[in-house]
């Protein structure tokens, strides 16, 4: 496997490539919106009202699917455990690894899922212990990307959760609030070249309190930490994994209303086009301007 060595945070927007002139102020304007108010923070629910369980390992529970998501907990610590949602060809398998419900995105759209609970047997042999369909209208395309889930993972009582209203007290509009949304990922995180390392061989889920306290992650971190600070704004955000020419490596997705989900080049300043890509931007190489290929997106 190839080193997360970058972050690849990529948002485009026509409106910042074309149409500069020489008077106009950057960020470039956006159309003003109310702040978010903590009340408005989406958290996933766990009613039990519809589950999925082998009575032994673990527990889905699939009460909330119209709103883009599942909630999964493990039952006991003996086994190895994995959940598995596909849809068509399209397939994600996570470990879950706490007792505690945690939310998993339901993010291939509308249509039927077949969600199991898979059980080591040895090795990276699973068989599968549990196992059902279940048929998905998700009311709202924008709220798998706005709840928090494994991998943009963060709680009432994250750090994150009021670094983000910190961060964003005195804007008026979405752009302003991605931009320094963005800053501060720049700021608060270095390139933890050790952890990357560690990582080539072993996958390990971002952890946003840990990064923001160590003031360290890898790539992986810089996309989850990112999205999560616009989700708790209110704005949909979602962490990418793929390719590019250089290597593997995690980005960020943003939408803005009327302008949809943009990747990736952004202006934040006037004839200076940015990849908005922490890692390159602590390291010079914001000027990459090859390919993005998409494998998972969360």
Request: with cysteine.
């Amino acid at each position: 496997m190839m080193k997360w060595k970058k972050l690849l945070l990529s948002l485009s927007l026509c409106i910042f490539v074309t149409g500069c002139s020489s008077s106009q102020e950057y960020p470039t304007e956006y159309p003003e919106s109310p702040a978010q108010q903590v009340s408005e923070i989406l958290w996933p629910q766990s009613p039990g009202v519809d589950v999925l369980t082998d009575s032994r390992y673990a527990m889905v529970d699939m009460s909330n699917v119209s709103q883009g998501y599942v909630t999964a907990r493990l039952l006991s610590s003996a086994s190895k455990i994995k959940l598995q949602i596909s849809k068509d060809d399209k397939k994600y398998n996570y470990d879950l690894t706490s007792m505690e419900y945690t939310a998993f995105p339901l993010q291939m759209g509308n249509g039927i899922y077949t969600i199991k609970i898979l059980s080591q047997i040895e090795g990276t042999k699973y068989a599968v212990v549990a196992s059902t369909q279940k048929e998905v209208t998700i009311q709202d395309e924008f709220s798998v990307y706005l709840y928090p889930n494994q991998v943009v993972n963060y709680g009432p009582d994250s750090i994150v959760v009021n670094k983000s209203f910190e961060l964003t007290k005195d804007d008026k509009d979405d752009l302003t609030r991605i931009y320094h949304l963005f800053e501060y990922t720049v700021d608060v995180l270095d390139y933890d070249y050790e952890k990357a390392d560690y990582v080539s061989d072993t996958y390990v889920l971002p952890d946003l309190t840990q990064a923001i306290e160590n003031g360290s992650g890898i790539c992986f971190d810089y996309a989850s930490l990112l999205a999560a600070l616009c989700r708790i704004q209110g704005i949909p955000a979602r962490v990418i994994v793929g390719w590019t020419d250089i290597e593997y490596h995690a980005w960020v997705e943003i939408y803005l209303e009327n302008e949809g989900w943009i990747n990736p080049k952004v202006y934040f300043a006037k004839n200076d086009w940015s990849l908005v890509d922490p890692t390159f931007s602590d390291s010079g190489n914001a000027d990459y301007t090859g390919k993005y290929e998409e494998v998972y997106h969360y």
